[in-house]
């Protein structure tokens, strides 16, 4: 039998999702807790990855069992788990589905914040920034719509058999005060810290060091940038994960939690 496990985690900590020699990831924890529970070596599939520090509001994971268990595994796993890791459903699923090629849409969400926060530092990135050019930003943002090569926005782009990404969604999003910045982008897939460098890379649309003309250049000629400077990890999360049989809304909300207010976020 096949179940997809909703959860969510704090990537602080941790060396991405995956099983990794140089440090601690998320999958090593959630399999080392259930072969403590299920008294054997358990083994798990992600829905994808995510980098270092990368946090993710929304992950699901699937795990084969030969016959269903008789006690309440989101508790015991939770209560095994550490405080940065949460599982929030257990879905028992037919067939055998499979929790990362059956993905039609991730979505992720980057948080700025641009005042020193010590309440901040872990779950959005500071840029000391205070006069960003949002228009020139909203541009660049929205030409990603326009192309599906992201060759240029890949750290390693000859690691993938193709670097093609549908992008369905980008947007902007600033806080009442506009002390904060959100950047919201769905796709059926994405590449290697392609978010953050393309984060990144509109940073530098908006603080003027980079043209939008020459961002679209980028997309047009797939000639990689001379510097890639990614985004800083900790304001990234995977936010959602569509498949055409499961849409489950994220537990955490956390663009209300970082606004401070529920309404508090507007479209730019």
Partial sequence: MRYFFHIGYLGTNYNGWQKHPDGVGVQQVLETSLSQIFKKPIQIIGCGRTDAQVHASQFFFHLDVSAPWDFDLVFRLNNLLPDDIAVFDIIPMEGLPHARFDAIER??????????????????????????????????????????????????????????????????????????????????????????????????????????????????????????????????????????????????????????????WKAL
Wanted: charged share 20%; with cysteine.
């Fill in 107 to 264: 979505s992720y969400d980057y948080f700025i914040h641009t005042y020193k926060d010590p309440f901040l530092s872990s779950f959005s990135s500071m840029y000391l920034i205070m006069d960003w050019d949002i228009e020139n930003m909203n541009r660049a943002a929205n030409l990603l719509l326009k192309y599906n090569d992201y060759r240029a926005f890949c750290k390693m782009p000859d690691r993938n058999q193709h670097t093609i990404c549908n992008i369905s969604a980008v947007q902007i999003f600033t806080d009442n005060t506009g002390d904060k910045l959100r950047f919201h982008i769905s796709a059926n897939r994405f590449l290697g810290k392609m978010v953050r460098i393309i984060v990144g890379k509109i940073i530098e649309v908006g603080t003027g060091k980079l043209s939008v003309d020459e961002f679209e250049s980028h997309l047009i000629t797939l000639q990689l940038f001379e510097t890639i400077k990614p985004a800083y990890p900790q304001g990234l999360y995977l936010s959602k994960i569509t498949y055409p049989y499961l849409d489950t809304p994220p537990r955490s909300n956390f663009s209300q939690m970082l606004a401070g207010e529920a309404n508090s």
